[in-house]
């Protein structure tokens, strides 16, 4: 096998989960010699805007992938859910590895549950599906963008005016966080996850045949039909981070896969969700998007877009 260049975003997440990849590859194959290019995106280079009002597709993934089209690294690991649902002509997903833990994880100062909250509590989050859930579960509470790293955010926590903050587990877990400074993981009854949370995206050039084959044998053929399904759902209904939208698929012992797609307003006032079953992915995406586009959805979707 030729050496491996490996292109990833320059944050300490980033880094460290492509590293614990290149552990699973090297398990594989011992001899491999694997080097990381950090990569500077353009969601990188924006730290004091949100996300969602500078265009969010691909924020994180563009640079990275042109580094793909120009030969100038071999394959890029992405956390799936910054990947837009459609990837370029010429590269593709080779490998969809072990998912992490797919939740949002809560962190209150001294630990005070999210049900306890006292009114006008601030929440700290940059993420619109997470602000119109809490907004619907708990009206009066405020909501807070807050940018930056694991560490920033956990800092700003301290020394701002935040009461909690939610954070992605699988970056919590990713960068050895221990469980004690969560006080609790929220499951999918509380919020919805995002499309692809949790889980790697492994980019490469549709043409490496050698390449994929090395990726094949770490490839989770059950998460990847999970992530299916919900980046179908994501591609059908046109979202993006300028729209609260959600969605999780569990993946059972006999073949049936589960999947919740979830559209709110961003005050969380408006909430359309449908739970769909079957074998398969792209089949149950879609049957979910039929659903809530029948209940209305797409309009909020459609507003949102064209404000930006």
């Not at 280079?45 to 030969?71: A, M, P, Y």
């Not at 071999?74 to 939740?103: F, Q, W």
């Not at 989770?220 to 046109?238: G, H, K, P, S």
Request: charged share 30%; with cysteine; proline share 4%.
């Amino acid at each position: 096998m030729r050496k491996l260049i490996v292109g990833s975003r320059r944050s300490k997440l980033a880094i460290t989960q492509s590293q614990q990849f290149i552990e699973k590859l090297k398990a594989v194959d011992p001899e491999l010699d694997i080097e990381i290019k950090e990569i500077v995106t353009k969601g990188d280079r924006i730290v004091d805007k949100q996300l969602s009002k500078v265009g969010g597709k691909g924020l994180f993934v563009k640079e990275i992938q042109n580094e793909l089209f120009d030969h100038g690294i071999d394959m890029a690991i992405h956390s799936l859910k910054d990947v837009p649902s459609v990837i370029p002509e010429g590269l593709t997903l080779g490998c969809i590895p072990d998912r992490e833990n797919p939740y949002d994880a809560y962190i209150a100062k001294n630990h005070v549950p999210l049900h306890e909250l006292p009114d006008n509590s601030i929440v700290g989050t940059s993420s619109l599906r997470r602000g119109a859930q809490i907004l619907a579960k708990y009206p009066k509470l405020q909501i807070k963008w807050i940018r930056g790293n694991i560490d920033t955010r956990l800092s700003k926590l301290e020394t701002e005016d935040f009461d909690a903050i939610l954070l992605a587990a699988a970056g919590l877990k990713r960068m050895g966080w221990s469980d004690d400074i969560v006080t609790t993981y929220l499951d999918k009854e509380t919020l919805i996850p995002a499309i692809g949370q949790g889980a790697l995206g492994i980019e490469c050039r549709a043409d490496d045949e050698e390449l994929l084959a090395l990726l094949k044998q770490v490839h989770n053929e059950d998460v990847a039909d999970c992530v299916t399904a919900e980046r179908t759902f994501l591609e059908r209904m046109n979202g993006s981070c300028q729209v609260p939208i959600g969605g999780y698929a569990t993946k059972s012992s006999d073949g049936t896969i589960e999947f919740t797609g979830l559209i709110m307003s961003p005050d969380g006032k408006e909430r359309y969700e449908h739970t769909e079953r079957g074998e398969n992915p792209i089949e149950i995406g879609e049957k979910v998007t039929e659903v809530l586009n029948a209940q209305g959805a797409y309009e909020i979707i459609k507003a949102l877009n064209e404000e930006q």
